[in-house]
Every structure is written in structure tokens, then in C-alpha cells.
């Protein structure tokens, strides 16, 4: 089972790498033939959000394969701790770059989608 664990982290930790080498290959080819189309500035915005998803993906990955190696193959004390660190990181950045994808943080979505509704009860002015 230990092995297992082992070898399924170890492929998690490459299935992240290769994430977030495609989201940077993807991202850029789309975002160079847009730039031939309609210029820098009209698609600079949808390519940092396309490399932000892409590298958010990877950091999920990253996170599961942190785990398997922290909890199953090695379960110190230490290696929790370490997981904890890690974790919390990847979890800032995560937000960060949801903030920088999106333009709000994240627990604002429901919100917004709702205020955005066309069945969302606007103010009424009461006399």
C-alpha cells in the first residue's frame, strides 16, 4: 500500500508539471495568434487568466500528490507539519491568483452571480 501511495504521488507530482507546462504552451500560442488578430493589450488580460487556471489546476495536483506523501508513505510529525506549511502556501497563492483571475475573492462569487441575475429583487424605493 506504502508503495502504491509512493508511486501515485510521484506521478501526481508529473501530471502537475505537465499541467502546467501545457497551460503555458496552450495559453501562449492562443494568446500570440489572438495578438496577430487584435493586438497586445485586447488579449494581455484572457492570457494571464488562462495561465492563472492553468497553473491553479497544477497547484491542486500538487496539493494531492503532498498529501499522499505526507499522511500515507511518510506520516511523521514533522511531514505533517511540512504538509501544513505547504498547503497554507499553495492556498495563498491559489487565492491570489483566483483574486487576480476573477477580480473579487472568491467566497464573493455566489453573490455576485446573483446580483448579476435577471431574477435578483432590485431595490424598491418605498413611500
Do not use: C
Not at 510521484?10 to 493586438?39: H, M, Y
Not at 487556471?53 to 498529501?67: C, F, M, N
Amino acid at each position: 500500500m506504502i508503495e502504491i501511495a509512493r508511486v501515485t504521488s510521484e506521478a501526481l507530482d508529473v501530471v502537475a508539471f505537465v499541467v502546467i507546462l501545457l497551460a503555458v504552451a496552450v495559453s501562449t500560442a492562443v494568446f500570440l495568434t489572438k495578438v496577430v488578430r487584435s493586438g497586445f493589450l485586447a488579449n494581455y488580460r484572457e492570457y494571464r487568466a488562462n495561465l492563472g487556471r492553468g497553473i491553479l489546476i497544477g497547484l491542486e495536483i500538487l496539493i494531492a500528490a503532498d498529501i499522499l506523501k505526507s499522511v500515507v508513505v511518510d506520516p511523521t510529525v514533522e511531514g505533517i507539519i511540512v504538509l501544513g506549511g505547504i498547503v497554507a502556501i499553495r492556498t495563498f497563492l491559489s487565492i491570489s491568483l483566483d483574486v487576480e483571475i476573477n477580480g473579487h475573492w472568491p467566497w464573493q462569487s455566489t453573490r455576485l452571480a446573483q446580483e448579476n441575475s435577471p431574477t435578483y429583487p432590485q431595490q424598491q424605493d418605498v413611500a
